[in-house]
């Protein structure tokens, strides 16, 4: 309004230019200042822009990194979702003085599995066609249904992991005997998934069991290039900043909380002495696991008498021609005269007890979904995992270790009633 007031002379239209020019600069200069803070203080502001810059470029970085290796880790991990519910932070309820040989610790027999199909086959035959591998029932070689994530929110703690040289003897994959679980998703990757989730879960403990699995391919074996590529998966910086560094030793939950626990079911044999004695964790030496056994006993440390005892009787010495309600009876008997065993001896000792089953060399092949979870009609009693519920209910109050299932997610109550036995006010006086 004061503009339209100027007189129509030449030195009001000269103010009036001037005027305009004047209020453009002072625009201009607004708007580079706002595009552009760093040159308002380049000695201060601009400095801690670039580090703001730096640090955020940083961050998205990693972040974009890790989201790279989860999806690489998915067909063996699966696709990481962080859930926070009662199962995947059950752990939190017990004080950090309880032993874990003093805990109740759910988990899964060849875990890596879950993901394992005639689909799965097939898209790896352009690899496995490689190694002259044929085709065959993965039924026979699939022991679960849920991915490594959702097993850790479900509240599994223990994982049987078997590793091998993918068909290019380059990295270290997973398999079950010649079923390749996925040429991607490498030992080193699915680590990463552990190692995140347990950032996720911080309470929480998992204990990894890694065993080299023979018979992947032909020509295959534990060799020097297999034992140094695993110790350099479990001894990187990562490793070491999420692996418990203590060697011959179980411990205590809060010594433990955010660590991974390794059960090493492989030896270092090709390798010089020193990468034995610098692998943390309990050893348990395959020379010394006794085949299909259904009470053997290992001593973890010398010095302090810290003994294992496991029961692995994964094949019943059934007749050939046996059924597979006779299969699963031989099974349920060697699992509950171990869990019995696990429930009234040795309180300070770690107990190791198998669920999971097969029997593939049967006249009638028992698959390790038959020995679990029964074949209908044929098994009225049901398989493994629904007899063994009634025995569980008996078993409230007792320390029974580690037991390791397969499709633990059947019947819906197992997994529930196995977490339910040892509530954190009765974990340090148990039945013994």
Not at 133 to 145: H, I, M, S
Not at 404 to 425: A, I, V
Request: net charge negative; proline share 6%.
């Amino acid at each position: 309004m004061l503009l339209r007031r100027l007189p129509s002379s030449t030195l009001g239209r000269v103010i009036l230019w001037a005027g305009m020019i004047m209020l453009t600069l002072f625009t201009l200069a607004a708007l580079t200042g706002i595009a552009r803070p760093s040159l308002a203080l380049p000695g201060v502001h601009g400095k801690e822009n670039a580090i703001h810059h730096n640090t955020s470029s940083s961050s998205l970085l990693a972040e974009l990194a890790l989201g790279k290796v989860l999806s690489d880790a998915s067909p063996v991990f699966g696709n990481y979702i962080d859930l926070q519910t009662h199962t995947s932070e059950w752990m939190k309820a017990y004080p950090d003085t309880t032993l874990l040989a003093h805990m109740n610790l759910p988990g899964t027999h060849d875990a890596a599995t879950w993901n394992y199909s005639l689909a799965t086959q097939r898209s790896l035959d352009h690899v496995t066609n490689l190694v002259n591998d044929v085709e065959f029932d993965p039924a026979a070689y699939r022991c679960q249904t849920r991915s490594l994530n959702r097993m850790l929110d479900d509240g599994i703690r223990v994982f049987d992991l078997r590793y091998a040289y993918d068909v290019t003897n380059s990295s270290l994959v997973f398999w079950h005997s010649m079923a390749l679980q996925s040429e991607t998703a490498t030992v080193d990757d699915v680590m990463y998934g552990f190692y995140h989730w347990l950032d996720q879960h911080p309470s929480e403990v998992v204990l990894l069991s890694f065993q080299y699995q023979g018979s992947t391919a032909p020509y295959a074996t534990n060799s020097e290039g297999v034992q140094r590529l695993l110790f350099e998966t479990l001894k990187s910086p990562a490793a070491k900043r999420y692996i418990q560094q203590e060697t011959g030793t179980l411990g205590t939950l809060g010594e433990s909380r955010g660590k991974i626990v390794l059960l090493k079911r492989f030896d270092l044999d090709k390798l010089p002495d020193t990468y034995g004695a610098a692998f943390p964790g309990l050893h348990f030496s395959p020379t010394n696991w006794t085949d299909n056994g259904d009470d053997i006993t290992l001593v973890l440390n010398e010095t302090t008498g810290l003994t294992a005892y496991i029961e692995d009787y994964y094949q019943p010495q059934t007749p050939f021609s046996s059924t597979a309600q006779e299969n699963i009876r031989w099974k349920v008997n060697a699992t509950e005269a171990h869990l019995r065993k696990a429930a009234t001896m040795h309180p300070d000792s770690l107990f190791w007890t198998f669920a999971s089953s097969t029997n593939l060399l049967n006249k009638h092949p028992i698959t390790p979904e038959i020995q679990a979870l029964g074949n209908g009609s044929l098994t009225p009693e049901g398989g493994v995992n629904e007899q063994l519920v009634p025995f569980l209910r008996e078993m409230q109050g007792h320390r029974l270790g580690i037991v390791m299932f397969d499709f633990y997610e059947t019947p819906h109550e197992l997994l529930p009633l196995f977490l339910s036995l040892l509530p954190p006010s009765r974990i340090g006086s148990y039945s013994s």
